[in-house]
Each structure stands twice: as structure tokens, then as C-alpha cells.
């Protein structure tokens, strides 16, 4: 059922992550590897087995979950790289990528607040047979 609403907060972080990937093409951590880049590659692929697992609510709670986690890791590292990135011309948005994180692991969380709120509907049903 895709058509549920915690599908699109899913979505959205999706979006948050695929957002990231396009605006951290310049950004550095490790000289050489790409650790932001292989992330949200990663997120995206969580994201979307976790929209497409809609039968299994369990698994959605815990790819959102796992998802979190690793949203939580970037804004580690991106606050990392920013408070060891020089100002200057160069980078007049400096600061936009920890944003997308951050709006990831709220969107998740309230994917896991709709999810759990389900699970308890049925939960109910199945008691009333």
C-alpha cells in the first residue's frame, strides 16, 4: 500500500538524501575517498527497500532506523568538514549539505511514528475477530 502517508515522509527523505548527493560533489572529508558520496548512496537504496517493504512493517521501523543512524554519522561529518573549511568566495552556500541530513531524520521519524500508529491499528483489528 504505497499510498499511505508515511510512504511520503519516506519519500521525502529520499529526496533529502538524493539533494545531498548533489550538493556534496564538493566536499572532501577523506582526500581521495568518497565516504559522503558511498552514504548517501546507501541512504537511497535504504530508503528505497524501506518504501517498497510496505507488507513488513517491522523492517520499514528498522531500515528508518538504520537510515537515522547513518543521517546522524553525516551530520558528524559534515560538521567535521565545515568547522575545518576556510570561508571565502569559493563557497557561498556553505552549510546547505547539513541541512539535508537533518531534514532526513525528522521525515523518518515521523515515517516511524505513521508506521507505528498502523502496526497498532491491526494489532486492534486482529483482536476483535
Known amino acids: ?34 565516504v559522503l558520496n558511498i552514504a548517501t548512496v546507501i541512504l537511497i537504496l535504504i530508503g528505497g527497500l524501506g518504501i517498497f517493504s510496505y507488507n513488513n512493517r517491522k523492517r520499514q521501523i528498522l531500515l528508518n532506523t538504520i537510515g537515522m543512524l547513518i543521517n546522524a554519522l553525516l551530520i558528524g561529518l559534515l560538521s567535521f568538514w565545515l568547522l575545518n573549511l576556510s570561508g571565502g ?41
Not at 6 to 23: E, G, N, P, R, S
Not at 108 to 124: H, P, Q
Open 1 to 34: 500500500m504505497l499510498q499511505r502517508i508515511q510512504t511520503i515522509w519516506m519519500l521525502l527523505a529520499v529526496l533529502c538524501a538524493v539533494a545531498l548527493f548533489v550538493t556534496s560533489q564538493d566536499v572532501e572529508i577523506v582526500s581521495g575517498f568518497p
Open 89 to 129: 568566495i569559493s563557497f557561498p552556500e556553505k552549510g546547505i549539505e547539513l541541512i539535508f541530513p537533518i531534514l532526513a531524520i525528522i521525515c523518518l521519524l515521523i515515517a516511524n511514528v505513521f508506521i507505528r500508529k498502523d502496526e497498532k491499528l491491526v494489532k486492534s483489528v486482529d483482536r476483535l475477530r
